[in-house]
């Protein structure tokens, strides 16, 4: 592709040599752990990866690294990787392994599939995978194709409050998904003639500096606000984009769904919307147009605590500016109105005219339109065995088939209760659910003890691992493993440049080696891994013709309808060629005729946070603030990274931040340990001021566990010594079962002091039965 980031600025093969290294030029994913694929120039020698640079030529990343990527021949070559599979000969809990061989390890696998199998059938093993790594496909594989279990859960996220309520919201109303339009789809990037600058975005409840998350690179933001974009930001703290923002709406956590209310009102009755699109596209404008009748700007601002003047402001920048786009975020998902939230910000999009057009919201599918992802294996289930999914039919929008997850709150319930049937194997693959991930992680970890076995595929040794691991198998990184990205644009190969760490074993060789074990009938037909990417590609691909090989070559292949705008005006989005968007009218659904079957509300609407100053007054005197858990930290990837110095050297504790007034009033100095507590559990972390964050408001880390620590039980590495979520929910949800309240609970904050601090949180949890107050 000639392009301006092209050949003059650097080679454009594919492998070279250049002095004493071989070059592979190729994107990376998972390790390190990332949602993106940027390109990549992997120098190795003797099978090495020595150092790491950017493509210039990949005009994704332009040559630009973040520091996990940067610092990746660290994260490959550090000793506490896992080197071999290892077989617990201790009690759980105790870290005493044995090395075995990978044999061995498949031989006690398949066992165990046959045991369980014959005793409650192969729905007694549930899956665990965590976030968009390259880890998605392999697990569901695993999961439905290997075993023949219908159970894959998104870790054990409380209320699948990852994207999945943004994506879900988009798809129920408008059949595809959006992301903000910063050129990125296109090779030419902002050299694109059909491209234009977006006058103003709107960036909420997101940090994309720090997260560069779901396929979209912080720094894009950067570029468009050179280029002359006006920034919006929507935040409880001041963020660096806040900062250089025209408007900086401090919002309060969890009230995202009564701004959008808000803002629409103002939109709605200042006749600033988009006539033609309303007129032509959408299906159920005038309800939405006496719904905000009930969201005056002033209830907005009484809800949100954001002046009302500033929600006018806002709602008229962003109105006026043609175009303008939303980059949102994870803190939409993490409430209890999650899905309410993100089909209100929707609607924004929608009804001023800003969908699918140039600069605006993009319409997009994955590169060739590859299905293949969480949901990869459905084809082995049967619908007898479908029906046998956990909790799914307790959950309309589970049940509809919108995801291929179970509801995990209702897994957690099942381990508790061993109803309809008692979980017998967790298969844990890519994710460390008692440091990170779990709502409630003190309660997960009470109820796993329930669970006779479980295998975890990773990197390195967890706190999940030690206390609950049987078998632990030793994965490879991106740069170890061939595989290939078709999250987004463009499609992408990810081509082994370095021989994998000792034994550890790359996700897709881990799939087809059980896979030909337990499967054969349906995996002998794939030679090697090769073969079944290529398999994946043509399957996958409207119109890739081309082998796994033939794209390591390539590196990158850009799919025209992924840059095209307007797509529902050129039939382009359904299937039957007709103008419209894919769903049951053909129109934007502004009110939604699926949610009214569904039972729920068609429109959305404000729910107060579950715990609050409007909701609970009478617990706020106990615990006086207001709780937001897990804003991103550029060199973490959730739990991951915590055994790199480079990266401990930037992060070195785990940081709360919380108003330099109020920390005065609690008698807390930067640095300082606090205690951070409330009905379900506490957790310390170190004080950081932050000026901007309303007094009320404190924002505390996630993902923390020390693996400089001692891993047998009781310490287990600290796990759930600074864990934020001691103090989160599992269980608490709105009527969608999507969204739960991670950025919306509340605590109080008291300094850790010798009389205060003589049992950890990790023995409370691990010796003493938990926290006391766990509600059941
Ligand atoms: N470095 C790094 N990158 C990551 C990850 C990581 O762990 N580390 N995780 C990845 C994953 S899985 C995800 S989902 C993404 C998430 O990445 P983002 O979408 O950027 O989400 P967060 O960083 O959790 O929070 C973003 C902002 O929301 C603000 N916020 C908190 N509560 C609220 C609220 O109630 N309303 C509003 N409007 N704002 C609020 C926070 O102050 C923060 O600045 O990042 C991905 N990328
Ligand atoms: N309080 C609070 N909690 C949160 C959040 C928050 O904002 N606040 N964010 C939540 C969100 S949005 C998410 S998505 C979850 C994420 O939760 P998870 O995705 O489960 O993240 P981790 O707990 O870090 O576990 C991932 C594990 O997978 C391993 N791994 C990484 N890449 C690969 C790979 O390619 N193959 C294999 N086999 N293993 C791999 C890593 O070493 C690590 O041990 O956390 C959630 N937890
Ligand atoms: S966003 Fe950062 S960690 Fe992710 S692939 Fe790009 S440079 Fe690597
Ligand atoms: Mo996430």
Known sequence: MINKYSKDLYKEDWRWQEGEYEVTRTSVWTGPGCHNGCGVLCYTKDGKLEKIEGDPNFSYNQGRLCLRCINMVEQIYNNDRLKWPLMRVGKKGENKWKRVSWDEAYDWIEAKHKEISQKTGPQGIVSLVGTGRNCMWQPAMITRAVFGSPNLSFGFLSADSCYQPRMTANLIKQGDCWVLDASQFHPLRYDNPEWKVPEVVVVWGNEPLASNGDGFVGHWLVDLMKLGTKLIVIDPALTWLAAKADLWLKIRPGTDCALALGFLNVIINEDLYDHDFVEQWTYGFDELVERVQEYSVEKAAEITWIPKEQITEAARM??????????????????????????????????????????????????????????????????????????????????????????????????????????????????????????????????????????????????????????????????????????????????????????????????LDLGKRINPEYFNKYKDVRDLLTDMLY????????????????????????????????????????????????????????????????????????????????????????????????????????????????????????????AQKLGLQEGDWAWIENKRGKCKQQVKFNYGLDPKVVRARHGWWFPEKEGAEPVLFGVFDSNSNNLTTMGVHGPTHYGAPYKSTICKVYKVEPENDQVTPTEIVTRLGGFGYVKR
């Open 539 to 662: 399957d996958d691909g409207n119109g890739v013709d081309y082998d796994f090989e033939a794209l390591t070559h390539k590196v990158y292949d850009w799919w025209d309808w992924n840059h095209t705008y307007k797509k529902y005006e050129k039939g382009l989005l359904r299937q039957d060629g007709q103008p419209g968007f894919v769903t049951a009218t053909g129109l934007y659904e502004v009110s939604s005729p699926l949610f009214d079957v569904w039972g729920f509300d068609p429109l959305p609407h404000h729910m107060e946070p579950y715990e609050g100053p409007y909701s609970t007054p009478e617990l706020m005197k106990e615990y006086p603030f207001i709780l937001t858990t897990g804003h991103r930290q550029i060199g973490l990837f959730h739990s991951e990274h915590r055994q790199l110095p480079t990266m401990r050297e930037v992060h070195p504790q785990p940081e709360m931040d919380i108003n330099p007034e109020t």
């Open 318 to 511: 962003y109105a006026k500016a043609k175009p303008a786009g939303i980059q949102w975020g994870l803190a939409i998902d993490m409430q209890i109105a999650g899905m309410e939230a993100s089909a209100a910000i929707s609607d924004m999009v929608a009804i001023t005219g800003n969908l699918d057009v140039p600069g605006g919201n993009i319409l997009l599918r994955y590169a060739y339109n590859s299905s293949k992802k969480y949901g990869c294996g459905l084809e082995c289930i049967s619908e007898e065995m479908l029906q046998k999914r956990i909790g799914t039919y307790e959950s309309a929008i589970h049940e509809s088939g919108y995801t291929p997850f179970i509801p995990p709150d209702k897994l957690l319930e099942t381990m508790e209760s061993g109803k309809p049937y008692p979980v017998q194997m967790l298969w844990v693959h890519g994710s460390n659910p008692i440091a990170n991930m779990a709502g409630e992680a003190p309660r997960v970890y009470a109820a796993w003890k329930n669970v006779p076995y479980t295998v975890v595929v990773d990197y390195y040794m967890t706190p999940t691992a030690v206390a609950f691991a049987d078998l632990v198998l030793p994965a490879a990184m991106s740069v170890e493993r061939d595989s290939y990205r078709s999250w987004w644009q463009p499609l992408r190969a990810i081509t082994k440049a370095a021989e994998p760490y000792f034994e550890s074993k790359a996700d897709e060789q881990i799939v």
